[in-house]
């Protein structure tokens, strides 16, 4: 995982309106995942057939999977929903993966790629919310148990979405950090146990090979995915919550009165 401690590079500024645009190695690596994304959904849903192959089967099943744990987590009403979250799930998992190949960094380890999507998940909520119980009933909801509590629900409903970014970026920018951490001192660690080699085999980091592995395989494969799977989940509660069942919907004229 290529972590830097002091942020993404910036690799070029574009002029926009007097100030400049930075084109950071986040930019690069969202456009990059964007492109696995559609080229893999390209080459996956073509030539699709009766009879299917190996390659189909196994698209077809993950597919089935997604939309079986919306509906379990969502209800079948909601099944509206999976396309979104799908494309979260995967843009994380690949976001995350793509800090292994050391060309492109990690978008999760970006807390404004994990915010955005935070905040694209709250406006959903705050929106179906009002779509589905009425404008006066979403501010109403503020005020309750009691008036005194409106502050503690307007902070927690702008802490939902901090919260939401701060944990998938926190696990994979802290775990990029630490290998960076582990690395660097088995390399000093090296170097003060061999150094005293002549040539070339002075300069080799001979600890730095495998332990640092083994824990880019922790943090990149196993935590990111937890993290990708645990902010799937997270959102899918949080919209499935805002869209009930149609028969538990207040009518339109309770809605007006609301």
């Known amino acids: 995982m290529d972590i830097n401690v002091s942020g993404a590079k910036i690799y070029f500024r574009i002029p926009f309106l007097g100030g400049y645009i930075n084109i950071t190695q986040t930019a690069v690596s969202l456009l990059a995942v964007t492109l696995i994304l559609i080229i893999a959904a390209y080459f996956l849903g073509r030539n699709l057939k009766k009879r299917p192959g190996r390659v189909q089967v196994v698209t077809e099943k993950l597919v089935n999977m997604l939309y079986g744990m919306v509906e379990d987590t969502m209800?079948?009403?909601?099944?509206?929903?999976?396309?979104?979250?799908?494309?979260?799930?995967?843009?994380?998992?690949?976001?995350?993966?793509?800090?292994?190949?050391?060309?492109?960094?990690?978008?999760?380890?970006?807390?404004?790629?994990?915010?955005?999507?935070?905040?694209?998940?709250?406006?959903?909520?705050?929106y179906s919310n009002i779509k589905n119980f009425g404008f006066k009933a979403w501010l109403k909801g503020f005020t309750e148990p009691i008036v005194v509590m409106t502050p503690m629900n307007?902070?927690?409903?702008?802490?939902?979405?901090?919260?939401?970014?701060?944990?998938?970026?926190?696990?994979?920018?802290?775990?990029?950090?630490?290998?960076?951490?582990?690395?660097?001192?088995?390399?000093?660690?090296?170097?003060?146990?061999?150094?005293?080699?002549?040539?070339?085999?002075?300069?080799?980091?001979?600890?730095?090979?495998?332990?640092?592995?083994?824990?880019?395989?922790?943090?990149?494969?196993?935590?990111?995915?937890?993290?990708?799977?645990?902010?799937?989940?997270?959102?899918?509660?949080?919209?499935?919550t805002a869209n009930p069942p149609p028969e538990e919907l207040p009518k339109t004229s309770d809605k007006s009165q609301a």
């Open 75 to 126: 209800g079948k009403h909601n099944l509206k929903f999976a396309p979104y979250i799908g494309t979260l799930f995967l843009s994380s998992i690949v976001g995350t993966l793509l800090g292994m190949t050391q060309i492109f960094r990690s978008t999760t380890a970006d807390l404004s790629v994990t915010l955005a999507w935070a905040l694209v998940t709250s406006v959903m909520v705050w």
């Open 154 to 240: 307007i902070v927690s409903e702008i802490a939902q979405p901090i919260s939401l970014a701060f944990r998938h970026f926190g696990n994979v920018a802290g775990g990029g950090v630490l290998t960076s951490l582990v690395y660097a001192a088995l390399a000093m660690v090296s170097n003060l146990l061999f150094g005293w080699l002549p040539g070339l085999l002075g300069n080799i980091p001979f600890f730095t090979a495998g332990i640092p592995a083994f824990l880019s395989i922790y943090f990149d494969l196993f935590s990111g995915f937890v993290q990708a799977l645990v902010f799937s989940l997270l959102t899918m509660v949080y919209v499935g």
